[in-house]
């Protein structure tokens, strides 16, 4: 099953920056998934990413907050933007791999204070 | 719409105790897939199964049972003779082609199990 690679693992921001997140999967994959977990939550789609064309993003979730880059098959970013102590969460990436299910990177666990 | 609902929040069992959480979803499309995913304290999500709609076979692995019924639209997952380390949130999970998000997965809420010795 694919692998992803998630970074960073864990960080801690003052309100008001922004952090980048990275995955980078080890095949060529058509979509990739992000997610957000807030505390003792269960997993919420933000966004889907395609390569070659704009994220398509869920309800409740927008651009300008989450813009997400997706240059090629292998890697993605999602950025939060302009940081609040509401966004503290887990954000996991996740791709499809079929018979061995969605997998998921390891998360990056963001404290915003 | 497609929505997953497991209505145990915490089930709390004794070692070697059999437990089954419930999952039961809704989709309006007729090909779906469901999944189960566990997250242990670490953190990180483990996949245990993957579904398809087509495929109503029971299926067993080890300890872990799966029980898809779609006339209940239910997807129930049994853990026998249950040990410490199956203590973890379990996440079931329902994927169905979606106009704007094509096949995301839509979670459920969770059920917590703790497993005491």
């Known amino acids: 099953s694919a692998v992803i690679s998630q970074k960073p693992s864990r960080d801690i921001c003052q309100r008001g920056t922004s952090l980048t997140i990275q995955c980078q999967v080890d095949?060529?994959?058509?979509?990739m998934f992000w997610y957000r977990q807030q505390p003792g939550q269960s997993l919420t789609l933000i966004a889907t990413?395609?390569?070659?064309?704009?994220?398509?993003?869920e309800s409740g979730f927008v651009i300008d907050k989450f813009p997400i880059s997706r240059p090629n098959l292998t890697f993605s970013t999602l950025t939060v933007s302009n940081m609040s102590p509401e966004d503290s969460s887990i954000y996991l990436c996740?791709?499809?791999?079929?018979?061995?299910?969605?997998?998921f990177g390891s998360g990056t666990r963001l404290t915003v204070v | 719409a497609q929505k997953v609902t497991q209505a145990q929040t915490e089930i709390s069992v004794v070692e070697k105790e059999d437990v089954t959480l419930d999952c039961v979803y809704e989709?309006?499309?007729?090909?779906?897939?469901l999944f189960w995913y566990k997250q242990p304290p670490s953190g990180e999500l483990v996949f245990l199964i993957r579904?398809?709609?087509?495929?109503?076979q029971n299926e067993i692995s080890g300890r872990y049972s799966w029980n898809f019924q779609k006339s209940t639209s239910s997807f129930n997952f049994t853990i026998t003779a249950s040990q410490v380390v199956d203590s973890a949130v379990y996440f079931c999970?329902?994927?169905?082609?979606?106009?704007?998000?094509?096949?995301?997965?839509?979670f459920g809420k969770g059920t917590s199990l703790l497993v005491t010795p």
């Open positions: 989709t309006r499309d007729t090909t779906y897939y």
């Open positions: 579904r398809n709609s087509f495929d109503e």
């Open positions: 095949s060529q994959v058509t979509m």
């Open positions: 996740s791709v499809d791999r079929s018979s061995h299910g969605y997998t």
């Open positions: 990413a395609n390569q070659g064309s704009e994220a398509t993003y």
């Open positions: 999970a329902l994927s169905a082609l979606n106009s704007n998000s094509g096949y995301a997965l839509n």
